[in-house]
């Protein structure tokens, strides 16, 4: 029999916690519509506001929260029906965010901040954003890097921001349920990164006067049949504990001290990171080769976000930290889950190992 296959690629989504899928299939059981008025329809929307407080409780949030189809949706309803007259983004932000920026109207003003090396946000550069006179901006700034596991200092964000009347959306998708949400005016949370279910997400709200609202379901502001299931085993993936992040932070010094000898490079090294992500060079061999070949040893990595990987662009993230393309390309991203052990970090390390020596022979 083949070994079992080590699975390395959490952040891009993480497998179904047994809690989670419980959850779901006896939500299936509630099979009307819970805008139906109906005892049948009444049933199915009790049990999804119960999801919805649950939610609330796990991620200690007091403010409105809007279910989604996933982060995605999150962001773009938040950009775009925010009630704000421009966008101040970092540029080490996810696809879903530069995407939308690239469409912006004529009537949304799009400002770029600046990271210094190690991909932490350069605070005067939001600073000369909010100075510029527009009259009520939103700042973009994840929470946790998706490709690199930096945190940004959203306190000083959020300080910054509301000194300067501006709103902030903050991108959660990879610390919600590990690390506590930030103060932020708008948070965007995504269920398949902590154990739920994929296809479902939400916009958490202090105020929901911010939003335009579009007209249907979630209170009006999207459209589409709740997913009652999906919401029941978002709630369940929430519930249950997160100590497995002290044993992946370990996990991870285990690893990164192993690459730096056998000559490779730790991505932003010296920036405060979550435990849970990382990504590293091996000079000299291009990414796509080395996902090849831990593939073909059984063993599940990425290159950049799941959005990207796969693609020949150059990371736009480690673009803006300041690497040349050719050092970019040699960068792979290793994540962890619940299920990550020893056993499987250490067969990765064995495998870098014979590559890096491969390249030097």
């Excluded at 949030?61 to 029906?81: F, H, K, P, R, V």
């Excluded at 946790?144 to 959660?172: P, R, W």
């Excluded at 948070?187 to 990164?193: D, E, G, L, Y």
């Excluded at 020893?342 to 491969?358: D, N, P, Q, T």
């Amino acid at each position: 029999m083949a070994d079992p296959r080590i699975y390395l690629d959490h952040a891009a989504t993480t497998p179904v916690l047994p809690e989670a899928r419980a959850a779901m299939a006896g939500a299936l059981e509630l099979w009307a519509n819970p805008s139906s008025p109906h005892a049948d329809g009444r049933a199915a929307r009790a049990a999804l506001e119960g999801a919805r407080r649950q939610i609330s409780d796990a991620l200690a949030w007091d403010g409105e929260i809007i279910l989604t189809s996933g982060a995605s949706e999150a962001i773009a309803l938040a950009m775009t029906a925010s009630k704000t007259d421009s966008w101040i983004i970092s540029p080490t932000e996810h696809d879903a965010v530069q995407r939308i920026a690239e469409r912006a109207p004529e009537t949304k003003a799009v400002l770029r901040l600046a990271v210094d090396l190690d991909g932490q946000l350069v605070l005067p550069s939001l600073q000369r954003a909010l100075d510029t006179g527009t009259r009520r901006p939103l700042v973009v700034v994840q929470s946790v890097n998706s490709e690199t596991g930096v945190k940004q200092d959203i306190a000083a964000v959020v300080a910054m921001a509301h000194a300067g009347k501006a709103l902030v959306l903050c991108d959660c998708s990879q610390s919600a349920g590990k690390l506590p949400l930030p103060d932020a005016d708008l948070i965007v949370v995504s269920a398949h990164k902590l154990g739920g279910p994929p296809g479902i997400g939400a916009l958490l709200l202090r105020d929901p006067g911010v939003l335009n609202p579009s007209g249907g379901q979630e209170k009006g502001y999207r459209s589409g049949t709740e997913n009652v299931p999906a919401a029941l085993g978002f709630a369940a993936a929430l519930s249950v504990s997160r100590n497995w992040i002290d044993r992946a932070a370990d996990l991870r010094h285990q690893l990164e001290s192993a690459i730096r000898a056998a000559g490779g490079e730790v991505v932003a090294h010296a920036a405060p990171r979550i435990p849970t992500i990382g990504s590293y060079r091996m000079p000299g061999v291009q990414a796509n080769a080395q996902l090849i070949q831990f593939d073909l040893a059984g063993v599940s990595v990425s290159a950049g976000s799941a959005c990207s990987s796969g693609t020949l662009k150059t990371s736009a993230v480690l673009t803006a930290m300041g690497w040349d393309e050719k050092a970019a390309g040699e960068v792979v991203r290793v994540s962890f889950g619940p299920s990550t052990t020893r056993a499987h970090v250490y067969r990765f390390i064995e495998l870098w190992r014979a590559m890096a020596e491969r390249t030097r022979s």
